[in-house]
């Protein structure tokens, strides 16, 4: 006599689509180049698509996957700020030394 399992809450056996997306590349250049603490978060979650792809959990894959790609994109926009506000602050340094040095030279 053969015996049927369900199988828990939120797990499916077969997968409804192509694997998703685990975003580990991507992860590892923001980390480096970018923006550490955001960068380490997204490792975490790229390495946690495949691990539950093999556990069979295509869900909790789908979840990890989408929150990785959000971790990356927050790493290169906090990039993105701090470039942009790094350069603002070196011109208006510049600019209040230049008005230094005119002012020296009266």
Do not use: H
Request: net charge neutral; with cysteine.
């Amino acid at each position: 006599m053969e015996q049927s399992y369900a199988s828990p809450s939120g797990m499916s056996p077969l997968p409804p689509g192509p694997p998703p997306k685990n975003w580990l590349v991507e992860s590892i250049l923001v980390t480096i180049f970018c923006c550490l603490p955001f960068g380490i978060v997204a490792i975490i979650n790229a390495a946690n698509v495949n691990s539950r792809l093999a556990l069979g959990d295509y869900n909790g894959a789908l979840d990890a996957s989408q929150k990785a790609g959000k971790w990356v994109k927050y790493s290169l926009i906090g990039w993105a700020v701090f470039a942009v506000l790094y350069v603002v602050f070196v011109v208006v340094m510049g600019v209040g030394a230049g008005m230094l040095g005119a002012l020296d030279n009266q």
